[in-house]
């Protein structure tokens, strides 16, 4: 007799989106982190170009129209990223749920399988018990 969980499959199943969700999570992660490193340069750029500006008033009025240009491009894009985080971020909060979800459901998979197999294992060996008392009693029986 061979022990056949019938809820394998969907186990199986429960694995294989657990391991997509974790995937999509550290895409996501990445993601952030990209949008995060673009943001601080546009941040850091427009600084440097407003340090700029500042020099360039006192020496005299050159590039200031391009630089003032340029730092008001970068903050509108700037807030397009902040944008993007935000919504990056509420994807990322949903998949964790999601994996804390679906990693709860393959714990009580997991826990219904030892169970079974528990009470297989048990009924099987009560069966082989039960076998070898009625071979004992038939040898005895035979003796007599």
Same mark, same amino acid.
């Given at each position: %007799?061979?022990f056949q969980f019938r809820l394998e499959? %969907?186990?199986?199943? *429960? ?9 999509? /999570?550290a895409h996501l992660q990445n993601d952030?982190? /990209?949008?995060?490193?673009?943001? &601080?340069? =546009?941040?850091?750029?427009? !600084?440097? =170009? ?6 360039? @008033?006192?020496? +005299? ?6 630089s003032s240009q340029k730092v008001l491009? $970068? /903050?509108? #894009?700037?807030?397009?990223?902040? +944008?993007?985080? /935000?919504? *990056?971020?509420? &994807? =990322? ?9 679906? %990693? ?5 998979? #997991?826990? =219904? !399988?030892?169970?079974? @197999?528990? #009470?297989?294992?048990?009924? &099987? $060996? !009560? ?6 008392? #009625? @071979?004992?009693? @038939? ?6």
């Open positions: %007799m061979k499959k %969907m186990l199986h199943f *429960t694995h294989m989106r657990e391991s997509m969700k974790k995937a999509e /999570i952030l982190v /990209i949008l995060s490193d673009r943001k &601080k340069k =546009l941040i850091d750029d427009a !600084r440097n =170009l407003l340090d700029k500006q500042y020099q360039n @008033l006192e020496n +005299g009025l050159q590039n200031l129209h391009y491009l $970068n /903050i509108k #894009e700037s807030e397009r990223l902040d +944008g993007m985080i /935000i919504n *990056t971020q509420e &994807k =990322l909060d949903f998949r964790v749920n999601e994996l804390h979800t679906l %990693m709860q459901k393959r714990k009580g998979l #997991e826990k =219904l !399988r030892e169970k079974k @197999l528990a #009470e297989f294992t048990l009924a &099987k $060996n !009560r069966k082989e018990q039960h076998a070898l008392d #009625e @071979l004992f009693v @038939l040898s005895k029986g035979r003796q007599s």
